[in-house]
């Protein structure tokens, strides 16, 4: 009976801890520095509108207002860093060849329509810039806006030349970078420790095991951005008479594991912003603002502006 009564209060006492910290982390943690807040972020640039990953269409999106811009990167032959989202640019550029086997001169230039890979049945025309940038030219146009770089390929020269760049100009304090992959992450943050990195796919699924079994309170955690999809929106990129029963389930699941307004509130509390990705419309802006999302990316920066506009959402909140 005393045992049972011992084991009792001690679950008891970890919980009620646990709930305590959920609340509060920051009586255990130490609220990470943000040197900038990031609600509007614009994917590729904002592809929905000019081509993806085009000056262009960062020029449109800095122009708009966007907090963050969010992009892809590649290593060429001559050891160029190109903003490119693709490895092959075959889907891009109707040419079929890998980034890494062409030096940055011969690279093909963007078809003149491309499809927008989070919005079913929408195409993007672009201008007359089709040309594929450097990221150097990314850094010099927009010296004072935040970049979220996809490093796209587990490449140690391409993990090193993007941390140089960052060094040179001056950019470690507006940058954040990774992967899905839990190895690229880990080369990054070895490379350069003093610019943030994002969640990996595997640690995502370690944050969700962390927040569900209360043992997340305890847990220092080294990144400083959560980036996660909204499961939700495959039924508005897939014809949804076309999903299976165990599809609709998983998505389903996946959707309410990760969309969990006290796991984003948790970690913004101690300094970890929250971006969800890909939303294109009001409905799916509305509802990441109100899990409590610090941010976020779309394809469709003037949506997402007019949206935050009407809404009143800004950085004052």
């Known amino acids: 009976m005393c045992a049972a009564v011992y084991v009792l209060s001690t679950v008891t006492g970890y919980v009620l801890t646990s709930a305590l910290l959920l609340k509060c982390p920051t009586l255990l943690h130490r609220k990470k520095r943000e040197n900038f807040l990031s609600q509007h972020i614009s994917h590729r640039g904002g592809a929905g509108e000019n081509l993806e990953n085009t000056m262009t269409a960062f020029k449109h999106a800095v122009n708009l207002g966007t907090d963050m811009l969010e992009l892809d990167c590649q290593l060429t032959k001559d050891e160029q860093v190109v903003v490119s989202h693709d490895s092959n640019l075959k889907r891009a550029t109707g040419v079929n060849t890998q980034v890494c086997d062409m030096a940055y001169s011969e690279l093909p230039p963007y078809l003149c329509k491309l499809g927008v890979t989070f919005q079913r049945e929408c195409f993007c025309e ?12 990314v850094f010099e146009a927009f010296p004072n806006t935040p970049v979220n770089i996809d490093i796209k390929v ?32 880990k080369k990054c943050y070895k490379e350069n420790p003093r610019i943030p990195v994002l969640f990996s796919f595997p640690r995502v699924l370690q944050l969700l095991g962390l927040f569900y079994t209360g043992l997340l309170p305890f847990v220092p955690l080294k990144e400083q951005f959560l980036e996660i999809p909204m499961p939700s929106i495959i039924t508005k990129l897939k014809d949804p008479n076309r999903l299976t029963k165990s599809q609709r389930f998983i998505t389903w699941l996946a959707d309410n594991l990760l969309m969990r307004k006290s796991l984003f509130e948790h970690l913004t509390a101690r300094g970890i912003q929250v971006y969800i990705w890909v939303l294109n419309d009001d409905e799916d802006f509305q509802r990441a603002f109100d899990l409590g ?8 920066p003037t949506r997402l502006k007019d949206f ?6 800004s950085k004052l909140q």
Request: charged residues 30%; hydrophobic residues 35%; aromatic residues 6%.
């Open 154 to 185: 587990n490449n140690d020269t391409l993990i090193k030349k993007v941390s140089e760049l960052v060094v040179k100009y001056d950019r470690e304090h507006l940058t954040v970078w990774g992967n899905a992959s839990n190895e690229i992450v």
């Open 308 to 313: 935050m506009d009407r809404n009143g959402i």
């Open 126 to 137: 672009g201008g007359e810039d089709k040309r594929i940038p450097l990221l150097r030219d």
């Open 293 to 300: 999302a610090t941010g976020v990316m779309t394809d469709f």
